[in-house]
């Protein structure tokens, strides 16, 4: 992913309470592709490293301590696909960012249809009741900062979900990050 293909991407969209890193276009939406579809594995680093870039040259600033949470995938699918590319992307950025990393933080409990193919009324009620906290981290790191890290948002539904399960079960200090959007 060479600067000229990075730098010739439109503005990132702005959503409230969300930082979204870049356009879901151009090279970075067949990167995630390439990473999701292709098990191109290379492909993570790289976004990791232009995230990471991303957050520093715009001075986005996250809490020093802060936990990497990747949305998790339903286990059925994670088995298929074997990897979580969320987690996979993560992994690097956070130890960029010297930030921790729980890939088992969030569990997806019910196997929900894939969102890429849903509509924006179907995505919304698609991922609702999906996430669980795992119950040996409720006590333990109720007071750190939380990252909630995605690849793609579309309409929001899967990062809302997630966000929202966090906060009503006592984490006050979570901060949704997205790849592209």
Not at 26 to 49: P, T, W
Not at 121 to 131: C, P, S, Y
């Amino acid at each position: 992913m060479c600067n000229s293909c990075i730098g010739a991407l439109p503005k990132a969209p702005t959503k409230k309470g969300v930082t979204i890193i870049f356009p879901y276009k151009g090279i970075i939406r067949k990167g995630i592709v390439a990473l999701k579809y292709k098990f191109a594995f290379n492909v993570a680093g790289e976004l990791a490293d232009l995230v990471s870039k991303s957050i520093k040259e715009k001075h986005t600033h996250f809490p020093k301590g802060a936990i990497l949470v990747p949305i998790p995938l339903h286990q059925s699918k994670e088995k298929y696909r074997g990897f979580n590319q969320v987690e996979e992307v993560g992994k690097y950025l956070a130890k960029t960012m010297g930030w921790s990393i729980i890939p088992n933080f969030l569990m997806r409990m019910s196997k929900t249809k894939s969102q890429a193919n849903l509509k924006k009324e179907e995505r919304l009620t698609n991922v609702k009741g999906a996430f669980r906290i795992n119950p040996g981290y409720l006590d333990s790191e109720i007071n750190k900062p939380l990252i909630v890290f995605d690849d793609v948002y579309t309409t929001g539904s899967t990062m809302s979900e997630a966000t929202r399960v966090l906060k009503e079960n006592g984490f006050k200090r979570v901060y949704p990050l997205v790849i592209a959007g």
